[in-house]
C-alpha cells in the first residue's frame, strides 16, 4: 500500500442540537483537513427546520446526506462520516453507522441523555460499535457531572469511565481534570471560541489561587470515581461494556484537541470484516468496500447517481475494475470522488477505513459488495421497523411512467421502504417509513426529480414483521393483516397493532414473525 498512515473512521451523533455541526467544524479546525472542509456548513444552515431540509435537501447540502470529511492529525488519516441530524432521517444514521469503526456521541451537558441519544447507543450497541461520550457546552449551565454519570449508567447500561473530570461545575468551565496523568488541563476562552484555544497543562501543585476551590471539588469527585470502578479499560470499552467520557465546550474549542488525541489512541483502527460465508477479509488483502448509501441527483444538469462504499480491504485506485457481488458484473469505476456537503474532490486512491463516491454507479445499492480478487459479500446493511405505512399512486395518471422510474430511485437509495403485493398491483406501492417526515421528502422529489406528483392514502398499520413464503400464504386474508414483500423479496406482514402482532404469534407459534430493531421516533 502506499499510503500507510493509520486509519480512524467515526461518526458524530447526537440528538438535535447537541452540538454536532459546530463540533465538526471544531475539529476540522484543529486538524488540517485533506478534502477540504470549506463544505462545513455555515452556522446559518444548521437551524433546519422542515421547508428547510426540503430546500436543502434539493441543494444537497450535508443535513441530509451523508458523506465524509477527510483530515490528517498527528500522522493519522481521519474520517469523519457525516449523519443526519433529525430523528425522521434516523435509518439513515443507521446506515452510516454500519460505515464506521467508533462513534461519538454528544450529549448536552444541560439536557442530558434525550430521546435519540438513547436509541443511537442502543444502534451502537446493536452493532458492536464502541462509543465514546463527549458531556458538551460544559460553558452554560447544566446536570451535574455525577449527575449525568449516573443517567448514563441507569438508562443506557453501559459504564461510563471518565477520561477528564470538569474543573468548575457547567457554566464555570476552567478546565479538565486529567484522571490519567492527575494534571490540570486549564483552558483560556477565546473570543468567539474562533480559533484553537489555548490550554494549559499543569501539577496540582501549580494550581492558581482561584482556581483551588474547584480543583479541590474535581479531585473528590475523581477519588469516589476511582472506588467506583469508573476508570477507562480498553478491552471493555471495545466490547460496548463501558464508554470513555470526557467534557468539552464545542463552541469554544474546549476538550476539541484532547477528543482527537482520544480517537487515534483509543478508538479501533479498520479490522477484518466478515462476509456472509463466513469468510473475512483483513484490510491488507485485495480491494472490497461496501456500499451504504446512494444518492441521486447530486448534479442537476445530468441524473447521476453516487455510491458512497467504505473500503474494508486493499487498495482503491481510481479506473479500477471491480466485481459487483450482487450481479457478478464487472462495475469500471471510472470516476470516484469524496464528498462532504457541496464540495467534491475526485479521489485517486483510496485505502480501508476510506469513504469513496462512486459516481454513475446505477448498478449499486444499499449494502452491495464490490471486490476484486476472491469473491466476498458482505453482510446486508441492517434496515430498521417502518412504524408509518402510507399507500402511493400516480398523482397524475399520465406520469405513470415518471412514477415507476421515481419509487424505483428512491426505493434504491432508501429513502423509504417500498412494499409491494399483487393484490395492490404495482400502480399502488405501499411505503413504509421509520419516521413520518421521510414522505415529505418522497413528496418532494417525486414531484421537483421525477416530474411526477404523488399521492398518498395513510394506512392504518402500525407494526411490521419479517415472515417468510410459507408465512405469508398463512396470513393471507386474516383480519387486520397484510402481507407484502419488499425489493430484496423479504416478505412483511403489518399488524393494525401491537396487539394484532402478539396474538398472531402467540396463536401461530409455526408462523415466522421477526421484528426488525426498532429505531422510529
Ligand atoms: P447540531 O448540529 O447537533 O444540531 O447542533 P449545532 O452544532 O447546530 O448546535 C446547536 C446550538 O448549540 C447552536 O446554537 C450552537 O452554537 C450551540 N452550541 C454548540 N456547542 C456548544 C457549546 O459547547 N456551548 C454552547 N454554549 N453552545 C453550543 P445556535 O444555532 O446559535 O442557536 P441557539 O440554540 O444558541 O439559539
Not at 185 to 201: D, N, Q, V
Not at 230 to 251: C, I, K, N, W, Y
Not at 400 to 406: E, V
Not at 461 to 470: F, G
Amino acid at each position: 500500500m502506499s499510503d500507510t498512515r493509520p486509519r480512524r473512521t467515526f461518526a458524530v451523533i447526537s440528538h438535535p442540537d447537541a452540538g454536532k455541526s459546530t463540533l465538526t467544524e471544531a475539529l476540522a479546525l484543529h486538524a488540517r483537513a485533506i478534502n477540504e472542509a470549506g463544505a462545513v456548513h455555515g452556522k446559518g444552515d444548521r437551524k433546519a427546520t422542515v421547508s428547510d431540509w426540503m430546500a436543502m435537501e434539493k441543494a444537497r447540502g450535508i443535513s441530509i446526506t451523508s458523506a465524509a470529511l477527510q483530515f490528517e492529525y498527528r500522522d493519522h488519516v481521519v474520517n469523519l462520516v457525516d449523519t443526519p441530524g433529525h430523528s425522521d432521517f434516523s435509518e439513515d444514521t443507521y446506515r452510516v453507522l454500519s460505515a464506521v469503526d467508533s462513534a461519538v456521541m454528544l450529549v448536552d451537558a444541560g439536557k442530558g441523555l434525550e430521546p435519540q441519544t438513547l436509541k443511537l447507543f442502543r444502534v451502537c450497541a446493536l452493532r458492536g460499535i464502541p462509543v465514546i461520550t463527549v458531556i458538551n457546552k460544559w460553558d452554560r449551565p447544566g446536570l451535574s457531572a455525577l449527575e449525568l454519570m449516573d443517567k448514563i449508567e441507569q438508562q443506557i447500561k453501559i459504564r461510563p469511565t471518565p477520561l477528564t473530570w470538569p474543573v468548575g461545575e457547567a457554566g464555570d468551565f476552567r478546565g479538565v481534570l486529567d484522571r490519567r496523568t492527575g494534571e490540570f488541563i486549564k483552558y483560556t476562552r477565546t473570543a468567539g471560541g474562533a480559533t484553537r484555544a489555548p490550554e494549559r497543562r499543569m501539577d496540582a501543585d501549580a494550581v492558581e489561587e482561584n482556581d483551588r476551590q474547584v480543583w479541590a471539588a474535581a479531585v473528590e469527585e475523581h477519588e469516589l470515581l476511582e472506588l467506583d470502578d469508573a476508570d477507562h479499560d480498553q478491552e471493555r470499552f471495545l466490547t460496548g461494556e463501558t464508554t470513555p467520557v470526557m467534557f468539552a465546550s464545542a463552541l469554544q474549542n474546549f476538550g476539541v484537541a484532547q477528543l482527537l488525541d482520544l480517537l487515534l489512541e483509543l478508538a479501533p483502527a479498520p479490522g477484518s470484516t466478515e462476509g456472509v460465508d463466513g469468510s473475512s477479509r483483513e484490510p491488507g488483502g485485495e480491494f472490497s468496500a461496501f456500499v451504504f448509501k446512494v444518492q441521486s441527483g447530486m448534479n442537476s444538469s445530468h441524473r447521476d447517481r453516487l455510491a458512497y462504499a467504505r473500503i474494508v480491504s486493499g487498495e482503491f485506485e481510481r479506473g479500477m475494475v471491480v466485481t459487483h457481488a450482487g450481479s457478478g458484473r464487472p462495475f469500471a469505476t471510472k470516476f470516484a470522488q469524496t464528498v462532504f456537503g457541496r464540495e467534491t474532490t475526485s479521489v485517486e486512491h483510496a485505502y480501508p477505513g476510506d469513504i469513496i463516491g462512486l459516481v454513475n454507479a446505477n448498478a449499486l445499492r444499499v449494502g452491495d459488495t464490490i471486490y476484486t480478487g476472491k469473491a466476498i459479500e458482505y453482510p446486508p446493511v441492517p434496515s430498521f421497523a417502518p412504524e408509518h405505512f402510507m399507500a402511493a399512486s400516480a398523482g397524475d395518471i399520465g406520469r405513470y411512467k415518471q412514477f415507476r422510474k421515481g419509487i424505483e430511485q428512491l426505493d434504491q437509495e432508501g429513502v423509504v421502504q417500498v412494499l409491494r403485493s399483487d393484490l395492490r398491483g404495482d400502480q399502488s406501492p405501499v411505503l413504509a417509513a421509520v419516521g413520518p417526515l421521510q414522505f415529505e421528502v418522497v413528496e418532494d422529489r417525486m414531484l421537483h426529480e421525477f416530474n411526477s406528483p404523488i399521492r398518498f392514502s395513510r394506512l392504518d398499520y402500525q407494526v411490521a414483521r419479517i415472515t417468510d413464503a410459507a408465512g405469508a400464504a398463512a396470513l393471507a386474508g386474516k383480519r387486520g393483516i397484510e402481507v407484502l414483500q419488499r425489493s430484496d423479496g423479504t416478505h412483511m406482514a403489518l399488524f393494525v397493532d401491537q396487539w394484532r402482532a402478539q396474538v398472531t404469534a402467540r396463536d401461530n407459534p409455526e408462523i415466522m414473525l421477526e421484528a426488525l430493531p426498532a429505531g422510529g421516533a
